[in-house]
């Protein structure tokens, strides 16, 4: 036998000897603390534990076999014991009741409608899932009740017909199970989208459904591991995210430490491996580049964000500070009312936030188009299922009417927006066919030696008194704007103006 193997059963078998294990809570056996409740197959174990470097004591549920102790899911999150007195047992009205000490004010209970006590029992099945059953009818199960920690099979959303809600909450801190700032939900606002809160404000968004996967996690466009599928209809809206292989062991975590975290069991290292984290990059962040802006990582010298087509900075100056948050506005002095406007194509992105958006699942992309166009007040369209493909080139019209919030590019990801832009815009764009990725680098690199060479020109000025030229608010708007042929103009005027300063 393998000496590393050998040293993992040993030590379960120490741990078992001062504890009772049980594979079923009925009215006639209870979980005191000191024993466990232990899944069919040794997957999973229930107990009572206490974090680290605390004293409290809480009902959790962890990998039995993994010897760092990783909790998936806790009962008395915020009503924590101070001892050892705890007894997890079957209430006279046959639910799941903790209590402690003197037995007469409950800390947790599974609070469900049933027949009488003699017919419950709880079991821990190898998925993870806590259940509670009458008569082979489950009444109460933990998978609806997640806490920072999602399972292979779990289910979370909204069942529209009982009203329950299923999300996830971060911890409060590695040490304290209580709940958290970080919520992990699927927003069902408008067209629905999953998104993670800090408290009652967006942090990160995922995004919508595109009919397989995510918009704003790519990643799950290339896994090899996860089956994932998405319901909204009468009944609920919910997601779920299953893996192929039965032998690995993955988990989803909202992490108090500000991100949504996936790792998988190295079983030869015998350590957790990260394998995906959000958000990571600044783009990622909620609104990073403000409204009616785009962010792309993949821009040189970290500009990121850009104004949509038809689009200027709301404050130049703050823009070109690098300050994103204000974002943009649309130009002055233009119409996009029946005076020759269209749709300019922004592809391979995160459509904007859906909260705020106007589905019809009934028309496909050109009569999503004609919907937009007769509302002066549309500002933008895109597919709801982009991935779903249908006559039309994908099912469902999304349409915004406000800013729009959230855009992130991606290079090989994403879905394709249509912004509304006034004519002239317009025949700029199907003149040169838009602004290319060369040029958006073009861009960035002839702004950064402009902002070099700029610095030792201001430099000079002010030595000898003279006020900063105008110059510098036209490069300001033309970087902002990301107009090729005027960046190209300038670096011709600057060069002028360079050659006549003393």
């Given at each position: 036998?393998?000496?590393?193997?050998?040293?993992?059963?040993?030590?379960?078998?120490?741990?078992?000897?001062f504890?009772?294990?049980?594979d079923?809570?009925?009215?006639?056996?209870s979980?005191?603390?000191?024993?466990?409740?232990?899944?069919t197959?040794?997957?999973f174990?229930?107990?009572?534990?206490?974090?680290?470097?605390?004293?409290?004591?809480?009902?959790?549920?962890?990998y039995?076999q993994?010897?760092?102790?990783?909790?998936?899911?806790?009962?008395?999150?915020?009503?924590?014991?101070n001892?050892?007195?705890?007894?997890?047992?079957?209430?006279s009205?046959?639910?799941l009741?903790?209590?402690h000490?003197?037995?007469?004010?409950?800390?947790?209970?599974t609070?469900?409608?049933?027949?009488?006590?003699k017919?419950?029992?709880?079991?821990?099945?190898?998925?993870?899932?806590?259940?509670?059953?009458?008569?082979?009818t489950?009444?109460?199960?933990?998978?609806?009740?997640?806490?920072?920690?999602?399972?292979?099979?779990?289910?979370?959303?909204?069942?529209r017909t009982?009203?329950?809600n299923?999300f996830?909450?971060?911890?409060?801190?590695?040490?304290?199970?209580?709940?958290?700032?970080?919520?992990?939900?699927?927003?069902?606002t408008?067209?629905?989208?999953?998104?993670?809160?800090?408290?009652?404000?967006?942090?990160?968004?995922?995004?919508?459904?595109t009919?397989?996967?995510?918009?704003?996690v790519?990643?799950?466009?290339?896994?090899?591991?996860?089956?994932y599928?998405?319901?909204?209809?009468?009944e609920?809206?919910?997601?779920?995210?299953e893996?192929?292989?039965?032998?690995?062991?993955?988990?989803?975590i909202?992490?108090?430490?500000?991100?949504?975290?996936?790792?998988i069991?190295?079983?030869?290292?015998?350590?957790w491996?990260?394998?995906?984290?959000?958000?990571?990059?600044?783009?990622?962040?909620?609104?990073?580049?403000?409204?009616?802006?785009?962010?792309d990582?993949?821009?040189?010298?970290?500009l990121?964000?850009?104004?949509?087509?038809g689009?200027?900075?709301?404050?130049?100056?703050?823009?070109?500070?690098?300050?994103?948050?204000?974002g943009?506005?649309?130009?002055?002095?233009?119409?996009?009312?029946?005076?020759?406007?269209?749709?300019?194509?922004?592809?391979?992105?995160?459509?904007?936030?859906?909260?705020?958006?106007?589905?019809d699942m009934r028309?496909?992309l050109?009569?999503?188009?004609h919907?937009?166009?007769r509302?002066?007040?549309?500002?933008?369209?895109?597919?709801?299922?982009?991935?779903?493909?249908?006559?039309?080139g994908?099912?469902g019209?999304?349409t915004?009417?406000?800013?729009?919030?959230d855009?992130?590019?991606?290079?090989?990801a994403?879905?394709?927006?249509?912004?509304?832009?006034?004519?002239?815009?317009?025949?700029?764009?199907?003149?040169?066919?838009g602004?290319?990725?060369?040029?958006?680098?073009?861009?960035?690199?002839v702004?950064?030696?402009?902002?070099?060479?700029?610095?030792?020109?201001?430099?000079?000025?002010r030595?000898?008194?003279?006020?900063?030229?105008e110059?510098?608010?036209?490069y300001?708007?033309?970087?902002a704007?990301?107009?090729?042929?005027q960046?190209?103009?300038?670096?011709?005027?600057?060069?002028?103006?360079?050659?006549?300063?003393?």
């Amino acid at each position: 036998m393998d000496s590393a193997k050998w040293l993992v059963k040993a030590m379960l078998l120490y741990q078992l000897s001062f504890s009772s294990s049980l594979d079923a809570i009925t009215p006639q056996h209870s979980l005191r603390d000191g024993d466990v409740l232990i899944s069919t197959r040794h997957t999973f174990a229930l107990g009572f534990f206490s974090p680290v470097n605390s004293r409290y004591r809480y009902v959790g549920i962890w990998y039995h076999q993994i010897l760092e102790k990783t909790v998936v899911w806790v009962a008395n999150r915020q009503n924590p014991i101070n001892d050892t007195s705890g007894t997890l047992s079957i209430g006279s009205q046959g639910n799941l009741v903790l209590y402690h000490k003197n037995h007469i004010i409950p800390l947790w209970s599974t609070n469900s409608t049933l027949t009488h006590s003699k017919y419950s029992t709880a079991r821990l099945l190898d998925s993870g899932n806590l259940i509670l059953v009458q008569n082979d009818t489950t009444y109460w199960q933990s998978f609806d009740y997640p806490s920072n920690t999602y399972l292979s099979s779990m289910k979370i959303g909204l069942n529209r017909t009982t009203g329950l809600n299923r999300f996830l909450t971060s911890w409060k801190s590695p040490n304290d199970p209580g709940i958290g700032n970080f919520t992990y939900i699927i927003d069902p606002t408008g067209f629905p989208q999953l998104c993670l809160y800090k408290g009652s404000v967006k942090f990160w968004r995922g995004g919508s459904w595109t009919g397989r996967r995510w918009v704003g996690v790519p990643e799950m466009k290339r896994s090899p591991l996860f089956n994932y599928s998405f319901a909204d209809n009468d009944e609920e809206i919910s997601a779920i995210c299953e893996l192929r292989n039965a032998s690995i062991i993955s988990i989803l975590i909202a992490n108090e430490t500000r991100k949504m975290q996936r790792f998988i069991w190295n079983h030869q290292d015998r350590r957790w491996a990260k394998i995906w984290s959000a958000p990571e990059e600044q783009c990622d962040y909620y609104g990073h580049c403000g409204p009616n802006s785009n962010c792309d990582e993949t821009q040189v010298f970290d500009l990121e964000c850009s104004c949509l087509p038809g689009f200027e900075p709301k404050s130049l100056e703050t823009w070109s500070l690098r300050d994103w948050s204000a974002g943009c506005v649309r130009k002055p002095n233009v119409s996009v009312c029946q005076h020759g406007e269209g749709f300019v194509k922004v592809a391979g992105v995160k459509i904007p936030d859906t909260a705020v958006a106007n589905a019809d699942m009934r028309l496909g992309l050109k009569q999503c188009q004609h919907k937009c166009m007769r509302n002066c007040s549309c500002m933008a369209y895109a597919t709801a299922f982009s991935e779903s493909i249908g006559p039309n080139g994908g099912t469902g019209c999304l349409t915004w009417y406000g800013d729009l919030l959230d855009i992130k590019t991606y290079r090989d990801a994403g879905q394709d927006l249509f912004v509304r832009v006034d004519a002239v815009v317009l025949a700029t764009y199907r003149k040169k066919g838009g602004v290319s990725k060369k040029q958006m680098v073009a861009i960035s690199v002839v702004s950064v030696a402009m902002i070099v060479s700029f610095a030792f020109f201001l430099v000079r000025r002010r030595r000898r008194g003279n006020q900063i030229p105008e110059i510098w608010n036209t490069y300001n708007h033309v970087i902002a704007t990301n107009t090729i042929d005027q960046v190209y103009d300038l670096c011709r005027d600057t060069k002028m103006v360079w050659a006549k300063t003393p």
